[in-house]
């Protein structure tokens, strides 16, 4: 009888044990191929062999099952507006400042924003003249982003690279 409950004993330590360490390596997966890319603007992970995914939504919570749990992002895309007028930014690439010129008459309420790539407000500044000299020299090499607003409604975005 003491034989069997030593046994018993350890049996029990073991899987609790081992249940222990598959706790600790939950961020580990074993599949069949896979890997992980990353640059300044995205990134990608990926893996084959997932049998199952599912996503539950409730009143408050979601529970996302699967290898990957990503954080999604999602970006809106504007419809074209005729705007009945141009909205220039040159040059670009750019190295010092760039020319933001607007071939409109009045420039009510019409103001730029700066952002960089991550969508960090950087600068802004209402526009009035139809050439407005915007200054790139203390950013440094990347990707920006200049929304030109008027009355609270987006007009048009410009990807600008500063070298």
Same mark, same amino acid.
């Given at each position: %009888?003491?034989?069997?409950?030593?046994?018993?004993?350890?049996?029990?330590?073991?899987?609790?044990?081992?249940?222990?360490?598959?706790?600790?390596? #939950?961020? =580990?997966?074993?599949?069949? #191929?896979?890997?992980?890319?990353?640059?300044?603007? #995205? !990134?990608?992970?990926?893996?084959?062999?997932?049998?199952?995914?599912?996503?539950?939504?409730?009143?408050?919570?979601?529970?996302? !099952?699967?290898?990957?749990?990503? =954080?999604?992002?999602?970006?809106?895309?504007?419809?074209?507006?005729?705007?009945?007028?141009?909205?220039?930014?040159?040059?670009?690439?750019? !190295?010092?400042?760039?020319?933001?010129?607007?071939?409109?008459?009045?420039?009510?309420? %019409? !103001?730029?924003?700066?952002?960089? %790539?991550?969508?960090?407000?950087?600068?802004?500044?209402?526009?009035?003249?139809?050439?407005?000299?915007?200054?790139?020299?203390?950013?440094?090499?990347?990707?920006?982003?200049?929304?030109?607003?008027? %009355?609270?409604?987006?007009?048009?975005?410009?990807?600008?690279?500063?070298?």
């Amino acid at each position: %009888m003491k034989y069997s409950s030593s046994i018993l004993y350890f049996i029990c330590s073991f899987f609790i044990t081992s249940s222990f360490t598959e706790i600790l390596k #939950a961020q =580990n997966i074993v599949s069949t #191929a896979g890997d992980h890319f990353k640059n300044n603007t #995205a !990134q990608l992970s990926w893996t084959v062999g997932e049998v199952t995914i599912e996503t539950l939504s409730g009143t408050s919570n979601i529970l996302t !099952q699967g290898f990957h749990q990503t =954080n999604l992002i999602a970006t809106a895309i504007n419809e074209i507006l005729d705007l009945g007028f141009e909205i220039k930014a040159y040059p670009n690439p750019t !190295q010092d400042y760039l020319i933001l010129k607007i071939s409109k008459d009045k420039l009510n309420g %019409m !103001q730029y924003k700066l952002y960089d %790539m991550q969508g960090k407000l950087l600068h802004h500044k209402l526009i009035e003249e139809s050439e407005t000299e915007i200054s790139f020299k203390d950013l440094v090499p990347s990707t920006y982003l200049i929304k030109v607003i008027e %009355m609270n409604k987006e007009l048009k975005t410009f990807m600008i690279v500063k070298q």
